[in-house]
């Protein structure tokens, strides 16, 4: 997909940051949109800000973990639009926990929205994807898609699922020669409201962090790519049809020193979180 003129794009999480900057972005370059969010508020300012843009645009209310509910979105952009070529499973939420003392509720609740939701969007959308001839699915995943690190170990398992769910979805669509490619996307530290909005068990307190506030903090310290930058790496990485993009220094980083040290970046991370630990306690 060498350009978006034209085409329609749906989008999930577009409330705001990186689903509210590809929502923009690809306004300008007269791509359709359909978009969706749990949050209506943030919805509806996503919306005035695309009132500038000759293309057309419908929202939808959606929570990512409802799959009925996904379904009949997908089927409700088709008949809005005429059309869908390209889903973004953006949607998705962020835990601080530990393994040992993580609430099943809590661990259900993440991995229904950002892997299950991410399944949901891409199975519901896929035969109209198929349908349209050219057809793209953007998956966001995470750098924790490509590296533990402790305290998140159930972020981590949501976003190295997507992962591998993403990258044998694409080998699949190949092997069938389907008009449909796959894009794994992993954002480093993105300049957005993830980690003040994340949940944060109180099991942490005193090991990584002084409380679930002191915890928050310190991860939007780590956002260093706007949202903006973020949305124009992944749509560039769409056009050229890459299998997976690294979005930000930090994400290539950590890419590298994963390649370089598979087992010892273990060791790296933990000694990193004890230097953390004790400047914030």
């Not at 170990?153 to 979805?169: D, I, M, P, Q, T």
């Not at 794994?184 to 944060?200: D, F, L």
Request: net charge positive; with cysteine; proline share 2%.
């Amino acid at each position: 997909m060498k350009s978006f003129q034209d085409k329609v794009a749906a989008i999930t999480g577009a409330g705001s940051g990186m689903g509210r900057e590809l929502a923009i972005e690809l306004a300008k370059q007269g791509c359709h949109l359909a978009l969706s969010d749990v949050n209506e508020q943030g919805l509806a300012q996503t919306m005035s800000l695309l009132k500038a843009y000759p293309v057309r645009v419908t929202s939808t209310r959606l929570d990512v973990s409802q799959r009925e509910a996904v379904y009949a979105w997908a089927d409700a952009v088709v008949r809005e639009h005429g059309k869908v070529n390209l889903i973004f499973n953006n949607a998705g939420v962020a835990l601080g926990s530990t393994l040992e003392g993580v609430a099943y509720e809590d661990f259900e609740w993440i991995m229904n929205i950002n892997f299950w939701g991410v399944v949901y969007g891409s199975k519901a959308f896929l035969p109209h994807l198929r349908a349209s001839g050219d057809g793209h699915i953007i998956n966001t995943s995470s750098i924790f898609g490509l590296f533990a690190v402790p305290a998140n170990g159930c972020y981590n398992a949501s976003k190295f699922a997507v992962r591998g769910f993403s990258e044998c979805l694409r080998q699949e669509m190949e092997l069938t020669a389907a008009p449909v490619s796959v894009t794994s996307v992993h954002p480093g530290g993105i300049k957005t409201n993830i980690a003040q909005a994340a949940r944060m068990s109180s099991n942490l307190d005193g090991l990584l962090a002084k409380d679930g506030q002191s915890a928050r903090d310190n991860f939007d310290k780590l956002f260093i790519t706007s949202a903006n930058r973020a949305a124009r790496i992944i749509l560039k990485a769409v056009r050229g049809n890459k299998r997976r993009v690294l979005v930000g220094p930090d994400a290539k980083f950590m890419d590298l020193l994963v390649r370089l040290l598979p087992s010892a970046y273990q060791r790296l991370v933990t000694a990193g979180a004890r230097m953390q630990a004790r400047r914030s306690l």
